[in-house]
């Protein structure tokens, strides 16, 4: 479990194809342990090794089919969380690192304050997102300011900014997406 609150970003320094898909090894500035479970760009991945500076996390095929893991290249930043231990505060929301789908940026905008993006999520999600409810876009925590027809939009603060990858964000890029978990159980409960 994880709040959507980044720690770092940092850069994937290896990419390495393995028989059961890819190892990815990450630049972090906190030293996880192994077993332990590290949110990368929102994914829950499993710390199987330790590197200088780093870590190591295999990808297993399913992951990078159905998240933005598969286009990564190596030097790309990514966004880190380290699980909640029990006992931390949570700023965020509850994000478990399972992504619902891949959005894609519609329109970059910035504004007096920040900046304003767009995404338009798989169809199927739109039934989870409400204005003013909260989504996690590459594992972070964020609220959903404007809704469309087809679309959302959440708004970024300078810090967010200045401290996860949605600063890279252009219009076309493809983005992790986790809808709220309450929304998802609130739907099974209804049916």
Request: with cysteine; proline share 3%; net charge negative.
């Amino acid at each position: 479990m994880f709040t959507g609150l980044i720690q770092a970003f940092s850069r994937v320094s290896e990419i390495v194809e393995t028989d059961d898909g890819k190892r990815f090894t990450i630049m972090a500035p906190f030293e996880p342990e192994i077993g332990e479970s590290v949110a990368v760009n929102g994914v829950c991945l499993t710390v199987v090794e330790l590197t200088k500076g780093g870590f190591e996390a295999d990808v297993m095929p399913e992951t990078l089919g159905v998240t933005t893991l598969g286009e990564i290249e190596v030097g790309f930043l990514v966004n880190l969380e380290q699980a909640l231990r029990v006992g931390d505060r949570l700023g965020g929301h509850f994000v478990q690192g399972h992504v619902d789908g891949i959005g894609t940026v519609l329109n970059v905008t910035d504004d007096s304050d920040g900046r304003r993006i767009e995404i338009t999520p798989p169809l199927s999600l739109l039934k989870y997102i409400a204005r003013k409810g909260s989504i996690a876009i590459n594992g972070v925590s964020l609220t959903i300011s404007v809704i469309k027809d087809d679309a959302f939009e959440v708004a970024l603060i300078p810090h967010t900014l200045e401290n996860t990858n949605l600063s890279d964000l252009k219009d076309g890029a493809q983005v992790n997406l986790e809808v709220d978990m309450l929304a998802r159980y609130l739907e099974k409960l209804k049916s």
